[in-house]
């Protein structure tokens, strides 16, 4: 058995959650939690971490030269800098539309690059 | 290039010596290293324009300081210059300190320097409220203000161009140039050679090394800093006047000030060092400012600080001013050691140096007059200072008048964009022309919306506007620039 | 007087914008509201990081998302937008407000009612009086966040962040996303300024160290910044002989605090709360000029948006309530104290008009079972723990303030 211990990104709360593992590295139990969400988050949080990504793209033509764009959902922990290096090549044309995806799948992790405001043509 | 005077140096000295030189029809170039004006000790300074009651009389300081404060307040208007005709008091804490009020009133009478007084500790708390309950008497000094030295310098500078004069900054003097006949035939400089026979040397705090490069090793320049503190506008009120103490063994003697802008201001400090280009503030010092202003006024906001800073003076081994063209070589004219009060005495030095130079160096230069000579010069619009009429006639005429940049102390973008075309090309030089990054926000809000504006009417990317010239620029690229670097240079591997 | 404007809103930022809603719900015919910027939306729509709106939304939204939502609501309830439109001026006692913009020039329009909604600015380097030189390369966080994420450009290629409030926790993943490195964050006091899960999910996650009660006590560089002195602080945050360290470094981000922005309010002459920084309000966000509402950050420093947008459609309805004359002079006005362990909180009266939140924070954490309360007997609710960093909360409803109410006072101690 052995324990591990976060903070919870989930809200701003921030409970310092604990985790007890088997041995297989199974969850056993989850405490300092407030909500369910903090018992889901350590539990992905052992298995598979993730957290959501926001950056920019380089935009031709914008009202501003780039765009604010995120993962539509959170993307593996450990894929967030070739994420960031595939958003870093992209550039795309005004107008963006919010929500438009911009990278479908992005370095196979299943997760979509979305646009995350409107951005007018000049 | 071919001039009739090269002037080394455009502070508030330099400065004002070309704008008197431009009363005649000649080729002037004044040359500074700085990528902005003022930079040196103009730049960071009490920008007091004193009384004239501090100097020895007979000396050379006791010469141009009442002359000096008598030209600003006529100057004030003619160049459109902020003066707060404000008054000073010495404060006197001890009988011993009361008997160096009256060595100070009677130097003043003897200096010529009008209205001054010795008033009761009572009165002066009348005046001024948060003046501390242990100052038994003050000397007051009616003449006495405070200016605005960034729109000093430049007006001078810009009066001069005004008249022909030409400015060339980041023009760094390496080497004087002579004649065969011993005399001075020019100066070298980074961007090369600027022929005159006549140099003028007010290159503050390396006057020193340049009169040595003309044999004249005569004075030592001691580069003294002098640290304070600048409060938020909102303390506009807190004291009306300029207020010293006498200097003791209990302090060098700290001021503290209204600004012609409404700031609070208190310093300096006077440590002697080595390096005529450190301009770093010290925990020490700002102590002893700290403890001087609270000294005169308990109350001392500090928490309403917005910056701290720090010039270098350049203070003279001699003790005074050193004016004189020298005998060898011929041509060179020295005007250094314009210490404390060299701002208020700038104008009327200004006067002498250019009488000087067209008496004992007319066989060098012709100084025929200039017919054309405009003495007025007009700042830059201040739109916080206007009415609205003004306001809406200017926004109707020039949009740019109608968008505000920084938002503490109201500066339109019309505004920043007279001061490039005025010659600004850095953020600070914006700042010292149109006060934009001044206020309490120090620039978080324009400094951004500054830089585009450089950026766009410069024609030059926005990541190579530098904050004041050199390699001080405010960016290190674009976003994205650094990761595919990266992601290149892991393939080439 | 006729009047062409019932509710002036000032600034379009989520406390404005929300405002503009809770006017026109409340049934004020002309709600405008006046932004200086060419787009809606404020500070937020340069904090594209997630983490707003969960309160609201139930799902976590980045700044400019949840903006997205607020502006189409407005739009929908048929709230008016200026941009490019700057308050430069509010006559005392008037109601009469100056504007500029480059097509219409300078105008003035006197509204039933004004909400400020300017928000906050940050503290700058100034405020803390940090000796040395002053090169290019030092900005407040929000400044260099506007650098990269509107305008697409670095501040610098290695970071020294001062100060640990949350702007800066984010900008320190941002640029490390970006590809430059951060040194450390540094904090002066014992506890972090911002929430726990950004020191998580911001320097935990890439190993960026984080020193408490260590300060920056020197700048180093003459053009370009070269370096910063750190050093370790007592408990009279005096810094410790021998713990100095230099560490290199081309940008210092400053994280050092946020003020409410009230330029605008002074000048219209409303009384300002010497600890808040904002309008003195009562619980109807009425400030001590009763033409006059404010909400948000320009009141008190939030830590949610959330908080800011349910402040500005309280402020908002109220300001349309009184330009219809629905909100008498003579209301009642119940001073709010702080207790031993508060350090500021707001509103500072409540009138029993309406049902209450008091937003509050504590002076010093308190890191143990614990309780805030507000008495006499109005309201008392159990926490885990009160951090200076996190705000509280003290509800109390319009029907518990009965006559004999004088004062209320609240506070958290420990139980």
Known sequence: MSERKFICVSCPLGCGLTVTLEDSGEVLKVDGNTCPRGESYARSEVKDPRRVFASTVRVKGGKLPVCPVRSRTPAPKGKLFGIAEAVAELEVNAPVKIGQVLIHNVCGTDVDIVASRDLAAV | M??????????????????ELSRYKIKIAVIDKASELPSGASRANSSMIHGGFDDKPGSVKARFCVPGNKLW???????????????????AFSDEEVKHLETLLEQGKANGCPGVEIISGGRLREKEPNASGEIIAALWSPEAGIINNFEAVHAFIESAQINGAELFLETLVTGLLFDDKGGIRGVTTNKGEFIAPVVINAGGVHSAEISSWAGDNSFRIIPTKGEYFLLDRTTQGFIHSFMFSCPSKAGKGITVAQTAEGNLLAGPTATEQEDPEDHATTPEGLAEVLKGARRLVPAFPV??????????RANIDTGDFTINALAKPRGFVNVAGIKSPGFTSAPAIAEYVADMVRHELGDRVKFAPNEKFIPERRNIPRFLYMDMVKRRELAQKNPAYAQIVCRCETVTEGQVIEAVRRGARTVSAVKMMTRAGTGRCQGGFCCPRVAEILSRELGIPLDEVTRHGGGSRLLAGRTKEFLLKKKREEAAK | MSRDIDVLIIGAGPAGVAAGIGARREGAERVVVLERDWDLGGILQQCIHPGFGLRTFKEELTGPEYMHRF????????VEFRTNTMVFQIDKGTNTVWTMNKERGIEHMTPGAIVLTMGCRERPLGAIRIPGTRPAGIYTAGTAQRFVNMEGHMPGKRAVILGSGDIGLIMARRMIWEGAE?????????????LRRNIAQCLDDYGIPFHLKTTVTK???RDRLEGVTVAQVDDHMTPIKGTERFVECDTLLLAIGLIPENELSRMAGVEIHPVTGGPVVNDLLQTSDPKIFAAGNVVIVYDLVDNVSDEGLIAGANAAKYAAGKIPADIRRIPVKGGENVRLFSPQYVTGQADTTIYMRVTHPVEQACRVFAEPDLYSQRLRYARPGEMNEVRIKAGQITPDIKEITIDIQPV
């Open chain 2, 303 to 312: 928490n309403l600080n917005i910056t701290t800073f720090a010039g270098v």
């Open chain 3, 71 to 78: 502006i189409q609501q407005a739009h929908d309830e048929g």
């Open chain 3, 219 to 221: 700048i180093h560089g």
């Open chain 2, 2 to 19: 071919n001039y009739d005077v090269v002037i080394i140096g455009a502070g508030i000295i330099g400065s004002g010596i070309a704008r």
């Open chain 2, 73 to 91: 307040h006529k100057l004030k208007d003619e160049l459109d210059v902020h003066m707060n005709e404000c008054g000073s008091y010495v404060c």
């Open chain 3, 182 to 194: 951060i040194e450390g964050v540094y904090e002066v006091m014992s506890w972090p300024g911002g």
